[in-house]
């Protein structure tokens, strides 16, 4: 059994890897009174461009790169398209002299705002880690060995470093062996899904202490042997290794995790989470490496972190739930309704403090404290669920749970029908291209389409659903080359007003979690 685990943790960077499509850079320089920009894109793909400030274009162009010089700096609208698909409308403009030579594809906010979220994710993943019983009593070894060895502040940090290149390396490696093949698809592949969600399922079953994902001993006892008599910077990379290996089966589920999470965001965002990842794993070994006193402070080894990893397991549980979801609504099958998904995430918050509130009087006075720091907020969670059961927004799992349904008017779910509907009423359209594995669709759902104001202009429209990523009868496949061919996109959420005879009336819109900004967005 454990072999196969480990198979199947080798493969999750098959899996895990994916990039924005960003096929066209910008760059632009001063000249006198005028602005000139440069478009370059990549082999095999054109580029349209839409606009230029209030001055309607449409014009594709092939040459690259090409190069436009505007009487003063504006914004530039523009979408690309090889053979398999364009990409949403983008708007670039020009700033100033000194980020004239600053290209668009490297200071996207979105993208940097993605980035950062997944750095955050993996330094407090990294921090999880340092308290889990595979990690915590290394410490004191570590010590141990820099003490026998006669290291100093050197020694301490060069250690630190060494855990950040080896974890480091392994979300390069992920990006370098997989990054450009999974594109888009991975984060609403059913499949995949369906992988992602097994794996977290045993990765909550291996923290329940059902069994221990673990690599082979003589890994870690040949890298301990090798470091304890080889000198230099190879003992402390050696030293570093052998962590690596032997907490394993603690951090092995947080980094599964954490990869899974990265599917879907840039190229670089493997890389980044296991930065994030190292830099907060690595703190307390090289701290504790430079100031070996501080250990007298630190709190002992005990059963305090089996119920640590209790609380983690009730966690990835929750969280495999995602994943399961997306597969379900993409093939249809309905096995988790929403209301279910709710019910067993209240099951899993409800558990992390019941399980924390038993045998309470057992434990110290700092330990009740620490126990109900997290009992408390858990079933204040749990109870703020409760109503999600009868149909309530419950918000703050927009992104992870099942859409809920859209009430008080007619949705049609294909494009013909809803397209002859209007016609047939007079009415204006708007076509919503979503997708069941698109979080920001959910959260847009959740903050936007469920607004009572927002609720009331819609009544004015012909409401059209398209989900991009169903599998029924190639529903999805319909959907999203619609989107393409002929709204010029690929991403989602992507929303379209069409007047009766399906002519558009707007420029689209895209992901925003502001009502009003929705509600001037519309033309009815």
Not at 422 to 435: L, N, S, V, W, Y
Not at 444 to 465: C, G, H, P, T
Request: charged share 15%.
């Amino acid at each position: 059994m454990r072999r196969i685990l480990i198979i199947l943790l080798t493969l999750i960077p098959l899996f895990v890897s994916a990039e924005l499509v960003q096929p066209v850079k910008w760059s632009g320089e001063q000249v006198g009174d005028s602005v000139r920009v440069t478009a370059t894109f990549e082999p095999g793909w054109h580029m349209t461009l839409i606009s230029v400030g209030d001055e309607e274009i449409g014009e594709e162009i092939y040459e690259s790169p090409y190069t436009l010089t505007l009487a003063q700096a504006e914004p530039i609208r523009f979408n690309a398209c090889d053979d398999k698909m364009c990409t949403a409308p983008e708007v670039w403009e020009f700033m100033s002299v000194k980020d004239a030579s600053l290209q668009d594809g490297d200071k996207s906010p979105t993208g940097d705002r993605s980035l950062l979220l997944i750095f955050i994710l993996g330094f407090l993943g990294g921090l999880l880690a340092i308290f889990t019983p595979c990690v915590w009593p290394i410490i004191p070894m570590t010590v141990s060995f820099f003490l026998k060895k006669g290291g100093g502040v050197k020694d301490a940090i060069l250690y630190g470093i060494s855990i950040i290149v080896l974890y480091v390396g392994l979300g390069l490696l992920v990006t370098i062996l997989f990054g450009a093949s999974a594109l888009n698809d991975l984060s609403t592949n059913a499949i995949v899904n369906i992988i992602f969600f097994l794996l977290l399922v045993v990765f909550a079953l291996s923290f329940f202490g059902l069994f221990e994902i673990t690599l082979p001993d003589s890994w870690s006892t040949a890298l301990d042997s090798k470091a304890r008599t080889t000198g230099g910077f190879l003992s402390i990379l050696l030293m570093a290794f052998t962590l690596v290996i032997v907490s394993f089966s603690c951090t092995g589920p947080i980094i599964g995790t954490l990869l899974v999470e990265a599917a879907g965001h840039s190229l670089l965002a493997p890389a980044i989470g296991m930065l994030g990842f190292s830099v907060a794993l690595a703190l307390p070994f090289s701290l504790f490496a430079m100031f070996p006193q501080w250990l007298k402070q630190a709190p002992k080894s005990g059963d305090w972190m089996t119920s640590f990893k209790v609380v983690l397991a009730f966690l990835e549980l929750a969280l495999s739930l995602k994943f399961l979801s997306v597969a379900d609504m993409a093939y249809g099958w309905g096995i988790l309704p929403r209301w279910l998904f709710i019910a067993i995430w209240i099951a899993c918050f409800a558990g992390i403090g019941i399980y924390l509130l038993w045998n309470i009087k057992n434990v110290s006075t700092t330990r009740k404290i620490i126990r109900l720091i997290v009992i408390i907020p858990s079933f204040a969670f749990a109870a703020y669920l409760v109503p999600g059961l009868w149909g309530a927004p419950v918000k703050a799992i927009s992104a992870f749970a099942p859409p809920m349904e859209i009430e008080g008017r007619e949705v049609f779910n294909d494009y013909d029908e809803g397209l002859a509907y209007a016609r047939q009423e007079g009415k204006p359209i708007i076509i919503d291209f979503t997708g069941y594995g698109c979080v920001n669709c959910r959260k847009m759902e959740a903050y936007v389409l469920d607004n009572d104001s927002v609720k009331a202009r819609l009544q004015n429209y012909v409401f059209i659903q398209l989900f991009v990523d169903a599998k029924q009868d190639g529903i999805g496949d319909k959907n999203s080359r619609i989107q393409r061919e002929q709204f010029g996109a690929n991403a989602q959420p992507f929303f379209v007003q069409l007047d009766p005879y399906g002519q558009q009336i707007a420029d689209p819109m895209v992901f925003t979690t502001d009502p009003l900004e929705f509600i001037n967005w519309l033309k009815y």
